[in-house]
């Protein structure tokens, strides 16, 4: 099980710019839905944190820090004066890390062949919507809490054409109803991963994927993995979650 992070290495994630194109080996791992392999333990949170920590950064990379900062000046700010935002258990608030083009491209790679709605649970600055819609999933939808993410997501969508095509809205994910959904992605920390596991398990149908990126969840055993260290990510197929937890109760 991970543990959380501290807020110092979530500055140090904020400072993590883009992966450039050519600086990671891609791999493509495909498990069919069993055991994975021991060595995945190498990609633990600690090792990924400190992938991010050596990169260079560069003029993106400023900006996504001059972003960063003044969306964690706001997030301390609601903490304190917001009763909403007071709500959400520490643990559970998860920082504004974007994806890189890298973490995107492997994303869609696991969600190749599939068709329907997509939706994107802490969506961010809303680059994983977009790119589902580029993609043809429809509809391709977004939840976040923090508005300023949510404006500037639909900021990206009007630039790129794309307005009144996505949705982005804000709300909180513990609260979406996911019964619907075929589709889900997911960037998010450990911490609430472990508990998020839960509720896809429950809601979700049994034809559903899930995509986790950056961080798996701590439980499910994925049935594809696309990606190196903290561009990996995993796929999940629920069905086979559902077997899987009642082969363990039949045991019991």
Not at 118 to 126: P, T
Not at 175 to 190: E, G
């Amino acid at each position: 099980m991970y543990g959380t992070f501290t807020w110092t290495d979530w500055c140090f994630i904020q400072m993590a710019p883009p992966t450039p194109t050519g600086q990671v080996n891609r791999v493509s791992v495909d498990v069919q839905c069993v055991t994975v392999d021991p060595g995945m333990d190498d990609d633990a949170p600690d090792e990924a944190l400190a992938d991010i920590k050596g990169r260079q950064i560069g003029g993106w990379g400023v900006a996504q820090i001059a972003v960063g900062t003044g969306l964690t000046v706001y997030a301390m700010w609601v903490g304190i004066l917001q009763p909403g935002f007071r709500k959400v258990p520490l643990k559970l608030q998860v920082p504004y890390i974007p994806a890189s083009k890298t973490q995107v491209q492997n994303v869609m790679t696991l969600l190749r062949g599939r068709k329907g709605n997509l939706v994107d649970l802490g969506s961010g600055d809303g680059r994983i919507v977009l790119e589902a819609h580029r993609h043809g999933f429809n509809p391709a939808v977004g939840y976040e809490l923090n508005p300023w993410l949510i404006s500037l997501a639909r900021i990206h969508a009007w630039r790129l054409g794309y307005h009144g095509k996505v949705a982005y809205l804000r709300e909180d994910l513990w609260k979406v109803d996911l019964t619907k959904c075929k589709n889900i992605t997911v960037f998010l920390a450990p911490s609430v991963l472990s508990l998020l596991q839960e509720k896809l398990h429950a809601e979700l149908p049994d034809g559903a994927l899930v995509v986790a990126g950056r961080f798996p969840f701590p439980d499910w055993e994925p049935c594809r993995i696309e990606g190196h260290g903290v561009d990996r990510a995993w796929a999940y197929n629920m069905q086979a979650q559902k077997q899987r937890l009642l082969g363990k109760v039949s045991n019991i």
